[in-house]
């Protein structure tokens, strides 16, 4: 290791500058948005389920797409405004204040690794699960999908979301396919919504159980907010990320909607809510072999897709963490030929790999949860202080969300009630989990921060906020 | 077959880790500490701001 | 405002503080599960008649179940399983404060820096 001496400040343009490629297009933050999160329709949702009940997964796949559609509004107007990779870490950096954005970075790496990790473990177990061979572990399954992924992510962005548009679109198309072959306009041949949720059992919990299902009803959308990440990459930010951003969420209220319909429609909740390959099992239940392996191949494309964005966006938020020194600036190298950030793809990899073998699927995905849902909360709060501080008018806005505060205001409110979702379930992580983040905040505040430059965090030619 | 294709794992992310960590050492060695993080966040807004000062 | 100059960090120290980044994540991470915390209560209220009857199953449901190769016997596990929500207020009072604390924290000593971010950055030209 080098130690990274900078002389002074540049401020020269033009020289020997490696920067990350803009070479990205509205499809391919597209890919990367609903490449990250389409898996969630593969697993992970079904777990809201087992938490309240068949008709409970969908109040929340209703509620909880609310919930990201102000994710998306909010996240749009200011990245589009704040066009650089780390996404809301740079966000945050502009709007509160470095520590809030250390934090943010933090959560943004452990959200994405932790969802990295359950993708691996998913694509492991689902081919384990085919091959029912005595013996067979899924370790060389996750150890080849986090290297192979990693080797993609190292050698360059744009064939790594080249295939992550691919392997998605076929995922998403395969999700199509089976609900237009389960003929789902009529009720009674292969579906049996009626006959499976019934008065009786909709709601097994009461309503408890439908809080207690927001929990993993995030699972449905997690990480569309990752398009922000490839900010430093995309040819237009300020056109493509909104216009990517917004039709991957449309994209994924879709197929939410058409998953949930499919799987009530064919299996018991008990059973929903248990098992970990709910379109898998329809794929079966509906008889047809052709169907079962597409849902088993799209399974695995699904994690593929989602672990691949995965990584780039974890190693995109690290690398802005080494870039503004609040960890050493080791990390921000680019590579010079593959212009990646590769030291932090690298550093990440080992890690990935580590929890991927020790954690099981459950524990991964509430990890990955928990940071989101951290991160929502700063993200209501982070919009209203974005208008306040630049008023409409004052700075150029790529785009602008509508009904301001409204987003804002549902999107705290329905965060608070994740929180005691979460509790329900996995309180004392979620305590343990903020401990950690108020330490290592102490850390940084008092002494990590004194290697920091004070003005060259502020990069965007912006007037003077308001009330400083 | 399903155990074979496990090795062929295996052997593929030995191989590909061992190549990234080759690349690794060959770019930190060939090219400098200041060139390979002279990566700066903004780099286009700040054009911007230089012509209007 | 005098610019503020960050003294330089030795490789030492730099090494030092990613050994303490990465400690601190295993540690966050690999805790909780070690201490065995994760999970709400989810137990099996046992049933004496294990017909698909007794355990609330139509006619379309146990059908189902025995396409996913189940017996009664085998899927009571599964559907007994049950949560018990039970709302611990101590825990959820912990959980709010600290919570709260934490965010409070992060918002004014975030603005702490904010300030003198601005005040450089604005105040050198």
């Known amino acids: 290791m080098t130690a990274a001496v900078e002389t002074g400040q540049t401020t020269t343009i033009h020289g020997d500058r490696v920067s990350l490629l803009r070479v990205l297009g509205p499809a391919h933050v597209w890919a990367l948005g609903v490449g990250i999160v ?243 099992d329809a794929g079966k239940l509906t008889g047809s072999p052709l169907l079962e392996n597409l849902l088993f191949i799209a399974t695995l494309l699904a994690a593929l897709a989602s672990a691949n964005g995965c990584i780039n966006d974890a190693a995109r938020a690290w690398f802005s963490l080494g870039r503004d020194r609040y960890l050493p600036s080791w990390f921000s190298a680019v590579h010079p030929k593959y212009r990646t950030p590769y030291r932090s793809i690298l550093f990440l990899l080992p890690i990935a790999l580590a929890f991927a073998f020790i954690a099981d699927l459950n524990q991964a995905i509430t990890f990955s949860i928990l940071s989101g849902v951290l991160q929502y909360t700063f993200m209501s709060i982070n919009i209203m202080m974005f208008r306040k501080k630049w008023p409409l008018g004052s700075i150029r806005r790529g785009y602008t969300h509508p009904f301001h505060p409204l987003p804002a205001i549902v999107l705290f409110c329905l965060c608070m009630v994740t929180f005691f979702a979460i509790f329900l379930g996995f309180g004392s992580q979620l305590i343990a989990m903020t401990v950690f983040y108020f330490l290592i905040s102490l850390w940084f505040h008092f002494y990590r921060y004194k290697f920091v430059r004070r003005g060259d965090q502020f990069s965007m030619p912006w007037p003077k906020p308001q009330g400083y | 077959m399903w155990m074979g294709l496990s090795y062929v794992c295996w052997a593929i992310s030995a191989a590909l880790a061992a190549w990234m960590l080759y690349d690794w050492f060959k770019v930190d060695t060939t090219y400098s500490e200041e060139t390979l993080t002279s990566s700066r966040e903004g780099e286009l807004e700040a054009v911007s701001e230089k012509h209007r000062i | 405002m005098a610019r503020y100059t960050p003294p330089e960090q030795s490789k030492a120290g730099q090494v030092l503080d990613i050994a303490v980044v990465v400690v601190a994540i295993f540690v966050a991470l690999w805790l909780p599960l070690k201490l065995g915390f994760a999970g709400a209560a989810k137990s099996i209220d046992a049933l004496d008649a294990k017909t698909w009857d007794a355990l609330g199953q139509n006619a379309t449901m146990a059908s189902i179940w025995e396409k996913l190769g189940y017996t009664p016997e085998t899927a009571h596990d599964i559907i007994q399983n049950r949560f018990h929500y039970i709302i611990d207020w101590p825990t959820l009072i912990i959980m709010a404060i600290v919570l709260i604390a934490y965010f409070v924290f992060l918002f004014r000593a975030s603005d702490k820096e904010y300030r003198e971010v601005i005040n450089e950055k604005f105040d050198d030209k």
């Open chain 1, 38 to 280: 389409l898996v969630g329709e593969f697993t992970g949702w079904n777990f809201s389920a087992d938490k309240g009940g068949a008709l409970a997964a969908l109040i929340v796949c209703w509620v909880v797409g609310l919930l990201y559609t102000s994710v998306a509004m909010i996240d749009s107007e200011v990245t589009s405004t704040v066009a650089a990779a780390g996404g809301q870490y740079a966000q945050a950096k502009h709007i509160v204040g470095p520590l809030m954005a250390f934090n943010v970075a933090l959560f943004l790496v452990f959200a994405y690794t932790m969802l990295e990790v359950s993708d691996a473990i998913l694509l492991g177990d689902t081919i384990v699960a085919k091959a029912g061979v005595e013996g067979l572990t899924h370790n060389s399954f996750i150890a080849a999908t986090i290297v192979v992924l990693a080797w993609l992510n190292y050698r360059g962005v744009l064939m790594t979301l080249n295939v992550n548009f691919v392997i998605t679109a076929i995922a998403y198309v395969s999700i199509v396919i089976l609900f237009f072959s389960v003929s789902p306009w009529t009720q009674g041949a292969v579906l049996k919504l009626n006959e499976l949720v019934t008065p009786a059992n909709a709601l097994p919990y009461g309503w408890i159980g439908v809080i207690a299902a927001f929990q993993f009803g995030i699972w449905y959308y997690l990480g569309i907010e990752g398009t922000t990440q490839a900010a430093e990459e995309v040819r237009s930010p300020a056109r493509s990320l909104p216009y990517g951003t917004m039709a991957g969420m449309i994209t994924l209220l879709i197929a939410a909607a058409m998953t949930w319909y499919v799987c009530a429609s064919l299996m018991p909740w008990e059973y929903l809510g248990i098992t970990y390959y709910p379109l898998w």
